[in-house]
């Protein structure tokens, strides 16, 4: 019987057939999935292609690219796009804010770092502010606009160690990973808690000098008039600890109330 087989089978034993007794078949393999059909990207490409042959003029070509974003329904390939394109830009922002934690980390004054918002939490779906998908009330993942970075500082004295700390990793960040989605040093955004209270005491200023008629240390002082409008975030949101000490404490909740005053 096993000369039969290997005769038949080339010494290989069917799909699905056990060699022996209570032996569980071998599982069919799983093809992968073909791509999903981007119906605007296909209809673009193909009018690129005609204005490549001249097959139009440039504002016949124009007028036509404005038309398809229009007249193309929507496919699955372009929310697919869309929501690789989100998720690899909430990589990107997690790993940047990763490299800045860890500078902070090496900051005297800075006692715990934490990462909270979007940027550490599943992405959820929504209608997004593009106007082809937010007309068609099509969900797609959210789209991370900036890293939240919430620092327990001890001494606010010296600022500026603070600010070229995060500036200086994140430029190291960016070199070091130049294929990945970039992430601007604006979109660092950095609140200031106090180490012993909790008690919030604003944001870490990004503007090299301070805008005409506000005071404050240049390149480094405190904006209280950028509180987020649920500072509860912190509480509530949070998911990573780049570093410290573990999640937020019952006490640390005290954030949301001294913020709101």
Known sequence: MRELQRKR??????????????????????????????????????????FERDAIDAEAFALELDRLQSSVP??????????????????????????????????????????????ASPLQREVPRFRRLRRARVEVLHECKDVDLALWIGDFADLRSIKRAASRALTEW?????????????????????ASTSAFRGNLC????????????????????????????Y???????????????PRDRTVAASSRR
Not at 102 to 112: E, G, S, Y
Request: proline share 7%; aromatic share 4%; net charge positive.
């Open 174 to 194: 960016q070199s070091a990973h130049p294929d990945s989605r970039g992430v601007a040093h604006h979109q660092v955004d950095m609140f200031l808690l106090d």
């Open 9 to 50: 089978f080339g010494g290989r034993r069917p799909r699905g057939v056990a060699a022996r007794a209570g032996e569980s078949p071998e599982a069919p393999r799983q093809e992968p999935a073909a791509p999903r059909r981007d119906l605007l990207r296909e209809a673009e490409d193909a009018l690129w292609r005609k």
């Open 235 to 249: 509480a509530l949101q949070t998911r990573v600890t780049c570093c410290g000490h573990g999640p937020l404490r």
């Open 206 to 233: 990004h503007y090299a000098q301070c805008p005409k008629g506000e005071a404050g240390v240049h390149g480094a002082r405190l904006r209280c008039h950028a509180v987020r409008a649920d500072p509860g975030g």
């Open 74 to 119: 929507v496919s699955e390939g372009e929310i697919e796009e869309e929501n690789r394109g989100a998720l690899a830009r909430q990589r990107s922002f997690r790993e940047a804010a990763h490299a800045v934690a860890a500078a902070l980390a090496t900051t005297p004054a800075v006692h715990k770092v934490m990462l909270f918002g979007s940027v």
